[in-house]
C-alpha cells in the first residue's frame, strides 16, 4: 500500500506571494492534517480534514487555509507569503476515528525569500 | 493550554548504553501520550503510544509509561544501535490517534556511536 505522498517535495517562494502544497492520504484513509515544523517553534498543528469538512483548527492566522477533495486529497495553501512561513509541511492521513493511527508524509520544504 | 517538554540535545551515547529521554507535559482531562521518531529526510513515524494512566508503550526495544502522578512519559531503551540515530518527539492528544491535533515537544536528537 502506498504511503502518504506530498507535492511538491521543495519550494521556493518570495514575500507576499501564495502557495498551494498538496497531500494525497493513504487509499481508504479520510482524515487529513497538517503541521508546520520550524526550528524556532517546532511542530505545529495547523489543522484536520475530514470528509470534505475541517473537523479540528489549530492557532494559525487565516492565510493559512486548506480543503480537501471528495478523494480525500488535501491542499493547503498560504496566502500572502512572509518570511517566517519558511518551513517543512507535513501531511498526516488516518482513517479519521480518534483512536486509529496517524500516517506522516515526507513534507513539503517551502523557502521564503 | 496543552505543553509538552522534553530536552532537547542532542543527546550522544555509544552503541549499546542506555537510552533516557525525558518528557512532561500539562493538559487537561487524560490525554493520550504519543512517542514519534523522525529519520534524515523522512516523515514522522509513530514509535509507540499509551493512552490512559499506567500504561506501557513499547516498540523495536524502546518503552515508555504514562505517569498520570508525575505527568511524565519517559522514554527508554536498554542497548541503543547506530540505526537508532533521529530525532525523537514527545507529543499529546485528546484522542487516542492525534488526529483531534498533536501537541509536539520540540524535539531530541539522538547520536549514536560506534
Known amino acids: 500500500k502506498a504511503g502518504v505522498t506530498q507535492t511538491p517535495r521543495y519550494l521556493i517562494k518570495t514575500r507576499g506571494q501564495q502557495v498551494t502544497l498538496s497531500c494525497s492520504p493513504i487509499?481508504?484513509?479520510?482524515?487529513v492534517s497538517w503541521y508546520q515544523q520550524t526550528p524556532g517553534q517546532g511542530l505545529q498543528f495547523l489543522f484536520e480534514?475530514?470528509?470534505?469538512?475541517?473537523?479540528n483548527k489549530g492557532n494559525f492566522p487565516g492565510r493559512f487555509s486548506g480543503r480537501q477533495f471528495s478523494n480525500s486529497r488535501s491542499e493547503m495553501n498560504v496566502s500572502t507569503l512572509e518570511l517566517g512561513d519558511s518551513a517543512l509541511y507535513l501531511c498526516?492521513?488516518?482513517?479519521?476515528?480518534?483512536?486509529?493511527?496517524?500516517?506522516f508524509g515526507p513534507g513539503t520544504r517551502l523557502t521564503v525569500l | 493550554g496543552n505543553s509538552v517538554t522534553q530536552m532537547e540535545g542532542p543527546v550522544t551515547l555509544s552503541e549499546e548504553a542506555f537510552l533516557t529521554i525525558n518528557c512532561t507535559y500539562t493538559?487537561?482531562?487524560?490525554?493520550?501520550l504519543f512517542w514519534y521518531v523522525q529519520y534524515p529526510g523522512e516523515g514522522l513515524q509513530l514509535l509507540l503510544k499509551?493512552?490512559?494512566?499506567?500504561d506501557k508503550g513499547s516498540n523495536k526495544g524502546f518503552e515508555a509509561t504514562y505517569r498520570k502522578e508525575t505527568t511524565s512519559f519517559h522514554l527508554e531503551k536498554g542497548s541503543v544501535q547506530v540505526s537508532d540515530s533521529a530525532v525523537y518527539f514527545c507529543?499529546?492528544?485528546?484522542?487516542?490517534?492525534?488526529?483531534?491535533?498533536?501537541?509536539f515537544g520540540k524535539g531530541t536528537h539522538l547520536i549514536i556511536q560506534p
Open positions: 498526516a492521513s488516518s482513517l479519521g476515528s480518534a483512536n486509529n493511527e496517524q500516517f
Open positions: 487509499s481508504g484513509h479520510r482524515s
Open positions: 480534514y475530514f470528509s470534505e469538512t475541517q473537523r
Open positions: 493538559a487537561t482531562g487524560y490525554p493520550s
Open positions: 499509551a493512552t490512559k494512566a499506567d
Open positions: 507529543a499529546l492528544s485528546k484522542g487516542g490517534g492525534g488526529a483531534d491535533g498533536l501537541t
